[in-house]
């Protein structure tokens, strides 16, 4: 990886990426139902480690992300400046995704934007499988990302969770479920009203809902969990 530099072209990038792909890290990611046909088969770690040689480069990032490859365009997501990322250019980059390990990864960047909420909102009702999971990944990132982030906030994302909590597409289930757990995980005041809508799903008549909401329940009722968040309140 000496090679890199932050002066480093995309042609330069992409050879370099091709030179360490890995047939048999490509088709172990089938097992995580990720899709392979635009991925070299690099781990995120060494993407990462790539990412920090080459730093960010809002201009080069969008090149990155034309290639079309999938390693490339994580790159793409943590080199570009998330202050000049528009909300059209998500729209463009989300219109593109068609697998969830890019939708996760990307939503990481999204969230990081100034139109982060305008996004979810827009994205949540949008009827595009993994459109719809970027606006459940976008709410689970934000727990983490925004820290300054009012309560009222996540609060408001709870009547979305529970209006698309029946959407029985595999993707779209488990970020909605990954979204309810995080916003409950965040704070003690948080906790009881997630709690409340994983209690209310996991009675829905609904199997997906039910899912959703049992595997919530349980995360949020289990002590470990509860004792963390007793313990950020102290």
């Known amino acids: ?8 072209r995309v042609d330069e990038i992409v050879a370099h990426l091709r030179s360490i792909a890995s047939e048999e890290n490509r088709l172990g990611m089938l097992r995580y139902g990720i899709k392979i046909e635009r991925a070299l088969g690099i781990s995120h770690g060494v993407q990462r480690q ?10 080069r990032a969008f090149e990155l992300w034309q290639t079309g490859i999938m390693e490339a365009q994580f790159i793409a997501s943590v080199t570009a400046d ?31 934007t100034d139109c982060w909420k305008e996004l979810i909102a827009e994205f949540a ?15 689970a990132w934000s727990v983490v990302h925004r820290k300054k982030e ?17 959407d029985g597409r595999n993707f779209v289930k488990k970020a909605v479920n990954w979204a309810l757990r995080s916003i409950g995980k965040r704070s003690m005041n948080l906790h009881g009203p ?3 809508v994983a209690q209310k799903l996991a009675t829905s008549t609904d199997r997906t809902a039910r899912w959703i909401g049992k595997d919530a329940v349980r995360e949020l ?12 309140k102290a």
Request: no cysteine.
């Open 1 to 8: 990886m000496d090679e890199l530099s932050p002066q480093s």
């Open 50 to 59: 790539i990412a920090r040689k080459i730093k960010r480069n809002h201009e």
């Open 82 to 112: 998330p202050e000049r990322f528009s909300a059209a250019d998500a729209r463009r980059w989300a219109a593109t995704f068609d697998s969830w390990d890019i939708v996760d990864g990307v939503s990481d960047l999204f969230v990081d």
């Open 125 to 139: 009702v949008d009827e595009r499988e993994f459109v719809r999971r970027t606006a459940f990944a976008m709410m």
């Open 150 to 166: 009012p309560e009222t906030t996540f609060l408001e994302f709870l009547p979305i969770i529970e209006a698309h909590a029946t």
């Open 194 to 196: 997630a709690l409340a």
């Open 221 to 232: 009722s289990d002590a470990k969990t509860l004792e963390r968040l007793a313990a950020r």
